[in-house]
T-cell receptor, first 114, second 113 residues
Framework: NAGVTQTPKFQVLKTGQSMTLQCAQD?????MSWYRQDPGMGLRLIHY???????DQGEVPNGYNVSRSTTEDFPLRLLSAAPSQTSVYFC?????????????FGDGTRLSIL | AQTVTQSQPEMSVQEAETVTLSCTYD???????LFWYKQPPSRQMILVIR??????QNATENRFSVNFQKAAKSFSLKISDSQLGDAAMYFC??????????FGKGTSLLVTP
């Protein structure tokens, strides 16, 4: 029972490079989301999806793109990495869109932009 | 987005003692859910406890309990008989009928022997 799987766990990029953070869940959850965690800032929502083909912006979407072609996968793309995007990124999924069910989190990706 | 405030950036407790972590939130909704998540050094996000706003009874999970004061918009977490393994970052989170789970900035809990 894998839950939410994120790859890679660590990555170092140079400014201007592009990168895709992968996220997959095997629980058939409709709702998936991406957060970034910065020291002293908690977790902030980047983008979310309520099902295949449907995505929307969260609190801090600038510099990131997402797509949802399948229920299982929800990749996060950095088109031109900037040092301000150095952070820990978490993918999460939940059963149901308006559900009160708790979110399941991946183990996170630590991303450094030089 | 609804505001979730954790006013204690750091807390310290001795093993076997009790500690309370504070959380307040701002909302105009009457129906919502509140969560406490634990993040140990391993970086995993682990659900500790959940409270539905319509329930007056405070949630409990073993050594973890909450003091939910709806009128005061307060949702504190009490950890009894603290253990070394409780050392972690703790996040309070809020969700209403919308899509987002809104997090506070976290409280770092240190447990000393």
């Amino acid at each position: 029972n894998a839950g939410v799987t994120q790859t890679p766990k660590f990555q170092v990029l140079k400014t201007g490079q592009s990168m895709t953070l992968q996220c997959a869940q095997d629980m058939n959850h409709e709702y998936m989301s991406w957060y970034r965690q910065d020291p002293g800032m908690g977790l902030r929502l980047i983008h979310y999806s309520v099902g295949a083909g449907i995505t929307d912006q969260g609190e801090v979407p600038n510099g990131y793109n997402v797509s949802r072609s399948t229920t299982e996968d929800f990749p996060l793309r950095l088109l031109s990495a900037a040092p301000s995007q150095t952070s820990v990124y978490f993918c999460a999924s939940r059963s149901g869109f308006y559900s009160n069910q708790p979110q399941h989190f991946g183990d996170g990706t630590r991303l450094s932009i030089l | 987005a609804q505001t979730v405030t954790q006013s204690q950036p750091e807390m310290s407790v001795q093993e076997a003692e009790t500690v309370t972590l504070s959380c307040t939130y701002d909302t105009s909704e009457s129906d919502y859910y509140l969560f406490w998540y634990k993040q140990p050094p391993s970086r995993q996000m682990i659900l500790v406890i959940r409270q539905e706003a319509y329930k007056q009874q405070n949630a409990t999970e073993n050594r973890f309990s909450v003091n939910f004061q709806k009128a005061a918009k307060s949702f504190s977490l009490k950890i009894s008989d603290s253990q070394l393994g409780d050392a972690a970052m703790y996040f309070c989170a809020y969700k209403d009928s919308g899509y987002a789970l809104n997090f506070g900035k976290g409280t770092s809990l240190l447990v000393t022997p």
